[in-house]
């Protein structure tokens, strides 16, 4: 994989914005800067749904059926909460890094490359358990804004696009041009429809996010969110299949810092 920071100069077009508030917004926290949002709830280890419209099984050669297991629509207000209860009260960006209203997501971006990233803000990466409880929101929601999938809300039902994985261990400048052919991501916050309950935005579609696993799984990263063409993914389903050097055209991250005390 190349180096992501070159990467970045390629796909990163800063705009100017300013964080604003949206009906889905609470807003901001005197703890908190005023860029970020206060995520402070009770994260459960487990969340169940009961899914209530799976998708029609596709039909393949010899009369064969494969389900897809990708839920479209859960009942409503059942949730079933299992395993430890962690009490937790974050700070976290309101939009994917560079974290400004209107700027393009930073993506090519490693676990190790987002780390150092916010550390040079003065945060850090995200904590799994943290972004799961910042989609879900009190109600511990399947989708950060709901029950049901709607692909007019979020960044996530774009078609996807045959990738030349080649072009990605080559010459940076090869690798470049690949992710900005493939590119179909939105300016954080364009959709304002696609926000948590916390005010977070973009935390399903978009970009994929990554965050710090749980204490159980093999590497320090893992990817949250799913990217611009899974309309499926929700709150929970982590991918923790990836070193943390791994950086790919649609992985970005978001961070994270300690509330400070009230005035």
Not at 179 to 184: D, T, V
Request: aromatic share 10%.
């Amino acid at each position: 994989m190349i180096d992501p920071w070159l990467s970045l100069l390629g796909l990163s077009l800063l705009m100017a914005g300013r964080p604003a508030t949206s009906p889905g917004d609470p807003g901001p926290s005197p703890e908190c800067p005023g860029d970020m949002r206060l995520v402070d709830g009770i994260h459960y280890d487990s969340v169940s749904h009961v899914c209530v419209d799976p998708p029609p099984a596709p039909q393949r050669a010899g009369n064969l059926k494969a389900r897809d297991t990708h839920c479209f629509h859960y009942a409503e207000d059942v949730s079933v909460l299992e395993g430890p209860a962690l009490p937790i009260r974050v700070c976290m960006d309101q939009y994917e890094a560079p974290n400004r209203r209107g700027a393009s997501p930073i993506v090519m971006a490693s676990y190790r490359s987002a780390e150092r990233w916010c550390a040079k803000a003065g945060k850090r990466v995200c904590g799994e358990r943290e972004w799961e409880l910042a989609c879900e929101g009190p109600e511990h929601l399947p989708l950060s804004y709901g029950w049901a999938v709607n692909t007019n809300l979020c960044n996530s039902n774009k078609g996807w696009k045959a990738v030349d994985f080649a072009k990605f261990d080559g010459p940076r400048d090869a690798a470049v041009k690949e992710a900005s052919k493939l590119w179909q991501g939105a300016p954080s916050g364009r959709y304002a429809s696609c926000v948590s309950p916390f005010g977070i935005y973009d935390m399903n579609g978009n970009v994929e996010e990554w965050v710090t696993s749980r204490e159980s799984r093999e590497w320090p990263g893992a990817l949250m969110g799913g990217f611009w063409a899974k309309p499926w993914t929700g709150c929970r389903g982590t991918n923790d299949a990836h070193q943390p050097t791994f950086a790919f055209y649609e992985t970005g991250f978001r961070c994270c810092r300690s509330p400070h005390a009230n005035p």
